[in-house]
């Protein structure tokens, strides 16, 4: 999808077996009555969790009114614990041991927040839960949105947020117990940044079963436009792992949001995806350079090419006298003799065998 749009994201289990809120932790603020049979969202004054507060996780409330989404009262998305340190702000929540459902309320708090502002990854029990999630490209600005997974609670469920870039705000983090088996994908959130239009980028995230007994095939069940997923399996085991690819190819400049929903059995899960495709600028065509036009003859069109000089090595030009004119033929049919030797060059002397010895030799060879 093109836009904005705030993305619910659910790890269900059946129907008839809903999952029942636990723990509600109304991030960065006071307590908030809830709007449904569930517990309140409680204060986050670290009583009974740890938060990010030591860690410069600062409470804040926001500057606009900020679209809800989920089950969060509006009233939990005026406030936020933010802030983007060194290390991940984190939730130790206690909890019975089984399966639980882990939901983070994220928000964008500003209503001219732009795309890059809150780029986030987050773990549950020690599993990618979101990875290189653009929280205003996946939402918008002022506006909430809603990652949720399945984990396995050892007594205390870890939850950890941090920022790859700007900086972070969680307005809640929500447990839910489940009554039956789950399907939970890792990470349930994703981000692509930024790809060029025509081009395609990548991901991959591992779903697998939670709190089942028995295996069941698995296939994709929906895929907003832009994005594509393949399972490397078609069938996932109840204590097995299946990767899924994830690909975002964007056919236009600009923002998109959308999800990827799975099913094995009667559980799904839906994976919030999210990228912004970025025009691709045309080279310009090259402009020839000056230098390289040939350079215009400067004699003028038809005229002779010019003699080159000789060099030093060209051989010395003939000395032979200029031929005659041809007899007359009314006198004699040949060249009287003194015509020819006039004509004829002599013949040079013979060399004196005594200059072609070395003095050496002369002096060996002369009479006393």
Do not use: C
Not at 132 to 160: E, K, M, N, R, W
Not at 277 to 291: H, R
Not at 321 to 342: F, G, K, W
């Amino acid at each position: 999808m093109l836009g904005f749009a705030a993305s619910v994201l659910v790890t269900a289990a059946p129907a008839s077996a809903a999952p029942t809120p636990v723990v509600r932790i109304n991030a960065g603020g006071g307590t908030v009555a809830a709007t449904d049979a569930g517990p309140d969202w409680a204060a986050d004054d670290g009583a009974t969790w740890t938060n990010g507060a030591a860690l410069g996780y600062d409470a804040v409330e926001a500057a606009t009114a900020v679209t809800p989404v989920g089950d969060a009262p509006a009233e939990v998305f005026q406030t936020a614990r933010s802030g983007g340190g060194s290390e991940p702000m984190a939730w130790s929540i206690p909890a019975a041991a089984g399966s639980y459902e882990v939901r983070l309320y994220l928000a964008s708090l500003e209503a001219d927040a732009a795309v890059g502002a809150s780029v986030i990854e987050a773990t549950a029990e020690g599993k990618a839960f979101v990875s290189g999630l653009d929280v205003v490209a996946a939402a918008g600005p002022a506006a909430g949105y809603l990652a949720s997974t399945a984990v396995t609670s050892d007594g205390t469920i870890d939850v950890a947020v941090g920022t790859l870039a700007g900086s972070v705000a969680v307005s809640a983090v929500e447990v839910l117990a489940l009554d039956a088996h789950a399907l939970a994908a890792a990470p349930a959130a994703l981000g692509f940044g930024q790809v060029d239009v025509g081009s395609t980028g990548t991901a991959s995230v591992d779903v697998s079963l939670v709190g089942a007994t028995e295996g069941a095939a698995l296939e994709v069940t929906d895929v907003s436009d832009g994005f594509t997923a393949t399972p490397s399996a078609s069938a996932l085991s109840a204590d097995g792992t299946v990767s899924v690819d994830l690909a975002f190819s964007p056919t236009e400049a600009g923002t998109f949001s959308g999800t990827v929903t799975l099913a094995a059995g009667d559980a799904t899960t839906v994976i919030g995806v999210s990228g912004v495709g970025v025009a691709v600028e045309e080279e310009p065509e090259p402009t020839p350079s000056a230098s390289a036009s040939p350079e215009p003859s400067s004699e003028p069109s038809g005229s002779a090419v010019a003699t080159p000089e000789p060099s030093d090595d060209s051989p010395e030009p003939s000395t032979d006298p200029e031929p005659t004119s041809a007899p007359d033929p009314t006198t004699s049919s040949a060249p009287s003799a003194t015509a020819s030797a006039r004509h004829r060059p002599s013949p040079a002397p013979p060399p004196n065998p005594a200059l072609l010895l070395s003095p050496a030799t002369s002096r060996m060879t002369s009479p006393r």
